[in-house]
């Protein structure tokens, strides 16, 4: 009815037409619009039969029947006979009887089951009433709906139910489920109004989870059932058994979910739970299953130190629960030097701590990054991080401002100083002069094409050099004409900004020129296969980058190995293969040659064979090499074989050998032991009184000579040395002094002995008379000779006791320096005692044994005897003799003569 067209809306039929005569059966009871012709009583929307919402909203719970009134307006009783209520739930068309109250101002609706199956909190159900067969509908210019809502998935916790709205009637269950009263079917239901405290209160997760001693670290408590009102919870928060303020916080909370309150300050480290007692009840408490700790944040480190007074340096600092706290701000405080006025007399005024703040972008317990700000000077400053209201100084590492780089030139080479330039493959090497340079952490270049800028990374090589690899460009944007393109470019060096557009601020720089990627021609022979034989491969190209001359930036890979560039000429690359043909890459027969530009183009521009058919020998010459190669390994393992076959017969022969002379050693010992046996011990000394005229003995210094040198007359060590040159004698003199001297060190006389003995032209005479002098030398400090010699004898054992040394014979032999030495040094020990205790014992036992040695025969020409005590003097096989005894008129002599088969025995 709200329109310009005339048009009436036909009551009985349900129908909107400009024709009512035609298509209306009831005139009367049309409807027309304002601007139509037609006459009736009825004109305009108002006039329509309509219903009318009586409440703001209809509500209902899932699962639920209810009973809807709604208000009507313009019915026609006479027409409209009776009605019917449709709901659209979900899809599901559901209609119940209607009536027309008395008043006729309102319909009331038979009760209906709402209901639907999706998990959704809320469905909007359409809602109509029709009457007649028909089941025309009523007008509703302000469309009905019936909201139809579950409790259980508007809420899954306890207090989060409660803090449904009222009008809602929601509930907590006993069955753990949040539900109207109806439909809570098991157990107490309770809602917000009775006040009910929802039982299991629990923390989820809180954050951050360690405050400094200082405390006043914000925490943000999560969890479900944490109180309904902020007044449950307020002053029942603990963190690590210290009360939390939560009362700064009071806008923050959420009931029953989120809670927000300040740590307190504490005295010492420590850790425990956080702990919400809901209303100060013990039957409600809700305990962290994470520990909170009281820290104490220490500072360890800073990398870089240095910086550019622009800032935007990304300063990482190390140390040690740097996490702690809520706010962490990171402060680069620099003490100005202290300033004074022109009159010497004034008073210096100490200038006020410039504080530079360090924006913190990355935060862990060991590391702590930030970007400085932009410094009113250069020099020291301290590293100043505050967690919430704990002040950490980090001292005796500070952090320098440093002026900010400058640079005053730019070059595709050091050595010839061109222009800079690149490709649009990337990967030329700009070098960049200039002074500060190194205290940039991340340099990087940028060049300016069209639009967009395209950078590429930078390392310091000093703080006046720096190399860049040039960017690279997309083919799309990098279009060249005939000229190369002049680009403008510049520096990233953090907060640097005078040398982000160098190029046009400092005109000596010059500008980067973009030249076209080189292009790498692939090789004309059939099937792209190159014949190497000169000591160079030439490979063509069309190279129009004046600078791109470098070798470095061609890469010539053959298979699997490079190719060495020697030269790079517009049109030429000179590189020399290695010796040996390459593996392959590929299937192919040969290995490709593979030409890398910039590091990142690569170009496959054939193969490479290595011309070897000059080298190859006719069949006959490698059969012949072939038979003599195997005739000489056949020749070589017979040579083994018979060597190791001799070696295996000589040990066997020596083991032999061995074990004879150890049968030998043991026949002698035998014979020794029954000749010794035989003897008789019955010795009758002559009458005379030997203590009465004495035993001759030597002197010490005749006995010790001819116990070292037993065949010398004449001892070279007692006279003078002689000197051709008298002049010289004094220097001798002193050369021997300062041997002496390095003979009391004992780690030089070690070496000095066994160096000696190693050599293999060091005879056993040599080594008797070295050790003979060698005590001479020693004999005037005998504990420092007992020392060495007892370190000689402990290396001569141990030798013995390795390899093929024979144990058996260790000090039998006089074959080392030791053994030459200790009887030396038995003989300058035992020599008092001789004298003075057992010379005359031992002078008895002699006589005694050449008397019994006398007993026997005695070969009168060789000295052997029957019983003599020499194993080499000793005459094994038995004879018969018998003693002759004469009488020598001349001396008054008792010669006895024995007669052995032609031998004769004197005794005299």
């Not at 320096?817 to 014992?841: I, S």
Request: hydrophobic fraction near 40%; proline fraction near 5%; charged fraction near 20%.
């Amino acid at each position: 009815m709200e329109n310009n067209f005339g048009c009436t809306w036909c009551t009985s039929t349900g129908r909107c037409t400009h024709n009512p005569d035609q298509y209306c059966e009831d005139r009367a009871d049309n409807v027309h619009s304002a601007s139509s012709v037609s006459v009736g009583q009825h004109r305009g929307s108002l006039d329509c039969p309509m219903i009318i919402q009586t409440s703001a909203e209809i509500l209902v719970a899932s699962g639920e029947y209810m009973q809807l009134l709604v208000g009507v307006r313009n019915l026609l009783p006479a027409l409209m006979t009776s009605y019917d209520c449709q709901f659209n739930i979900d899809g599901i068309i559901t209609e119940t009887d209607a009536y027309l109250n008395e008043s006729a101002e309102t319909i009331s609706c038979e009760s209906a089951l709402f209901q639907y199956s999706r998990k959704v909190d809320i469905v909007k159900a359409p809602f109509a009433v029709v009457w007649g067969i028909k089941k025309l509908p009523l007008d509703d210019k302000n469309p009905v709906d019936v909201t139809v809502y579950k409790c259980s998935e508007m809420a899954a916790l306890c207090g989060g139910c409660l803090l449904l709205d009222p009008k809602y009637h929601c509930g907590w269950c006993d069955d753990g489920t949040c539900n109207t009263q109806k439909q809570c079917l098991s157990g107490p239901w309770f809602d917000s109004i009775n006040g009910t405290i929802c039982a299991n209160p629990v923390i989820t997760n809180f954050s951050p989870t360690s405050s400094p001693l200082e405390g006043e670290t914000v925490i943000t408590i999560e969890g479900s059932n944490l109180g309904i009102s902020f007044d449950d919870i307020s002053p029942y928060v603990t963190v690590a058994e210290q009360p939390c303020n939560c009362s700064a916080y009071r806008d923050l909370y959420v009931p029953a979910s989120r809670i927000v309150c300040s740590t307190s300050r504490v005295r010492s480290i420590t850790s425990g739970d956080i702990v919400v007692l809901v209303r100060g009840d013990s039957r409600y408490v809700a305990t962290s299953t994470e520990i909170f700790s009281y820290v104490d944040p220490q500072l360890e480190g800073i990398y870089p130190t240095v910086g550019p007074q622009s800032g935007g340096t990304k300063l990482t600092i190390a140390g040690q629960y740097l996490d702690a706290g809520s706010s962490v701000k990171v402060f680069i405080i620099s003490q100005p030097k202290d300033t004074a006025g022109s009159d010497s007399r004034v008073e210096k005024r100490q200038a006020t701590a410039v504080e530079q703040s360090c924006s913190v972008v990355y935060q862990n317990s060991s590391h702590l990054i930030c970007l400085t700000s932009e410094a009113k000077g250069t020099g020291s400053a301290i590293v100043q991080v505050k967690f919430d209201k704990a002040v950490k100084n980090l001292l005796g590492i500070p952090f320098e401002y440093k002026q900010d780089p400058y640079i005053n030139s730019t070059a595709s080479s050091l050595e010839n100083g061109k222009g800079i330039g690149g490709i649009p493959s990337g990967g030329l090497k700009v070098y960049v002069q200039g002074y500060n340079l190194d205290i940039i952490l991340s340099p990087k270049l940028r060049v300016i094409l069209g639009n967009r800028d395209y950078k590429s990374d930078c390392v310091c090589l000093n703080s006046t050099l720096m190399v860049c690899d040039s960017p690279q460009f997309p083919a799309a944007a990098a279009v060249l004409g005939e000229r190369p393109q002049a680009l403008e470019y510049g520096f990233i060096m953090d907060n640097v900004f005078s040398l982000l557009n160098a190029s046009s601020q400092q005109e000596a720089l010059g500008k980067f020129t973009l030249y076209p990627d080189p292009v790498v021609h692939s090789f004309s022979e059939v099937g792209q296969i190159k014949k190497y034989k000169t000591d160079y491969l030439a490979i063509s190209i069309d190279n129009q980058c004046e600078v791109c001359n470098q070798e470095d930036f061609f890469k010539v890979w053959i298979g699997q190995e490079p190719c060495n560039v020697s030269s790079v000429a517009a049109t030429l690359i000179n590189c020399i293969p290695p010796a040996v043909q390459p593996g392959r890459d590929t299937k192919e027969q040969y290995p490709d040659v593979t030409v890398v530009v910039g590091g990142v183009r690569k170009y496959v521009i054939g193969y490479l064979q290595y011309d070897t058919e000059d080298l190859l020998l006719p069949i006959w010459a490698i059969i012949l090499i072939v038979t003599v190669g195997v005739l000489l390994i056949l020749v070589i393992i017979i040579v083994v074989v018979k060597y190791c076959m001799n070696m295996s017969e000589s040990e066997k022969e020596a083991k032999t050998m061995r074990q004879r002379f150890d049968w030998i050693e043991m026949q002698v010992a035998a014979e020794c032991k029954d000749a010794f046996a035989e003897l008789q011990t019955d010795v009758t000394f002559p009458s005379e009184d030997v203590s009465g005229f004495g035993i001759l003995f030597h002197d010490y210094k005749n006995y010790a000579l001819k116990v070292l040198f037993p065949n010398e007359l004449n001892y070279a060590v007692l006279g003078d040395i002689e000197v051709e040159d008298e002049t010289r004698r004094p220097v001798i003199n002193k050369a021997l002094s300062q041997f002496s001297q390095l003979i009391d060190n004992k780690t030089f006389l070690l070496l000095f002995v066994r160096t000696l003995e190693s050599d293999k032209y060091f005879t056993m005479k040599d080594r008797n008379v070295f050790a003979s002098y060698l005590m001479v030398a020693l004999q005037g400090n005998m504990e420092y000779c007992t020392d060495i010699l007892k370190t000689l004898l402990a290396d001569l054992i141990e030798k013995s006791m390795q390899g093929n040394g024979n144990p058996k014979v260790l000090l039998r032999r006089t074959e080392s320096v030791a053994e030459k030495m200790l009887p030396a040094w038995f003989t300058f020990l035992l020599y008092p005692l001789l004298k003075d205790h057992v010379g005359q014992p031992l002078y008895k036992l002699c006589v005694a044994i050449q008397q019994v040695i006398d007993l026997g025969p005695m070969d009168a020409i060789t000295g052997e005897a029957k019983y003599s005590l020499s194993e080499e003097k000793l005459i094994r096989v038995q004879i018969d003799y018998k003693s002759i005894v004469s009488t020598n008129c001349r001396q008054s002599e008792i010669i006895t003569l024995c007669v052995i088969s032609g031998l004769f025995k004197t005794s005299m």
